[in-house]
């Protein structure tokens, strides 16, 4: 009996796997990122945090999780996508209770993810991103999107191929209690065949 308590605690201690605090371990969040492994969990207190390029996952199957969406605050100054995540396709990862805000690209200003298993982002807050065709770029990954705000975010391309949302090959999305609202050229496009889920969602967008 006391062999197989045991081997329950060791399989339960790795699955979880360890808890990294920022600013208490690492004084950065990429810093916290690069030293996390597949399992972990960065947890970072409440604050801004800024970062001269993106906040990156290289591929790793972790999950980021602020103290709280109003008070802990990813700000891009405008310098480049926010947040990305890309892999070979095996990454399981995910991003909640974060306000994410002032990211500046091409595509995926905010949060760009490309060839995830999948991703989820949950009761976050993406406002204030610039972007030319996306402020979300999701390409061959399968997303979820659950209990989040995105608003107030500018894309400038008028032409086609632009949301605040935009999908790309092969793709899927879930969109649950989600608000979509006051995006200048925003709302969701899917380029290529892409699956949606809409649930419990708001869209309002005057200016899309």
């Known amino acids: 009996m006391r062999r197989k308590i045991l081997s329950l605690v060791f399989i339960t201690t790795w699955a979880f796997g360890t808890k990294i605090i920022v600013p208490d371990d690492y004084s950065g969040i990429q810093d916290a ?3 996390s492994t597949d399992g972990d969990t960065v947890f970072v207190e409440a604050g801004t945090y800024t970062h001269d390029e993106e906040f990156n996952f290289y591929g790793k199957s972790i999950a980021l999780v602020g103290e709280d969406k109003e008070t802990t605050i990813l700000d891009g100054q405008n310098n480049d996508n926010l947040i990305s995540i890309g892999s070979d396709g095996t990454a399981n990862a995910s991003i909640s209770n974060f306000t994410i805000k002032n990211g500046y ?12 298993e999948s991703f989820k982002i949950d009761n976050c807050i993406v406002t204030g ?3 030319y065709a996306s402020i979300i770029k999701v390409d061959r990954s399968d997303v979820s999107i659950v209990r989040t705000e995105i608003s107030n975010n500018i894309c400038t391309n008028t032409s086609n191929s632009y949301g605040a ?7 899927s999305l879930l969109l649950d209690r989600v608000t979509v609202v006051n995006n200048v050229r925003g709302g969701l496009f899917s380029y290529g065949n892409s699956d949606h889920i809409i649930r419990n969602s708001i869209f309002w967008n005057p200016d899309a």
């Open 165 to 171: 949302i935009v999908t790309y090959d092969n793709g």
């Open 105 to 116: 690209s091409t595509e995926g200003a905010a949060i760009l993810i490309s060839e995830v």
């Open 33 to 35: 990122i690069n030293a």
């Open 129 to 131: 991103n610039n972007g």
